[in-house]
């Protein structure tokens, strides 16, 4: 078996070399955000495409390391981070996947494709995200990790700024039917979210007619 400083020592080259992945990709989004760059989202098959699916595939792989190699060195209780990790990991894993096959492959690689405003998307413009933000926290709560943990904020923080990257460009490209959809349906969950998921708004339009 590795001593335990080897352990150490290979869990910090993969921290650094996924924590620099995570970096770049998350200082692309930054800039696209505030107008500084077009790297994302890339619209088409282009080098930002591929830039960006190797990054986010380098990040995945050395994340999965990084908690194996530094399993449970956060010394948070075990057996509740575990319970809890599971839960938020599974739902939001499941939301992610859910609604990424509800929006379709090439619009959730960031291609261009068609506007969609139904099934999950009734409720959050970003339902993907919000799944893979809870994901995060309960792969960080699982691995007990305070590398992970590392990673995990710094990945939550990437979730949360990619629709600010997202929304001119979706504004260029599909118009006054983003902005409705947009006026309705908040960014992440929120109130409309709820009226949603219990049919309020559904009951009123009828009312309305």
Known sequence: MM???????????VFVVGGSAL??????VVASAVGATNYWPPGERDWRFYAQWTLSQVFTVSVLIVALLDWNSLGLPRLPSLLVGLVLFGSGFVVAIASGFDLGREETAGLTGELRTGGWYRYSRNPQYVGYVVASVGFALLANSVLVAVLCVIYVGWWLTLPFAEEPWLRKQYGREYEHYAERVPRFVGVETIRELIGARDRESTLTE
């Open 3 to 13: 001593e335990s400083s080897s352990l150490e020592s290979l869990s910090t080259i």
């Open 23 to 28: 970096l770049i990709n998350f200082v692309g």
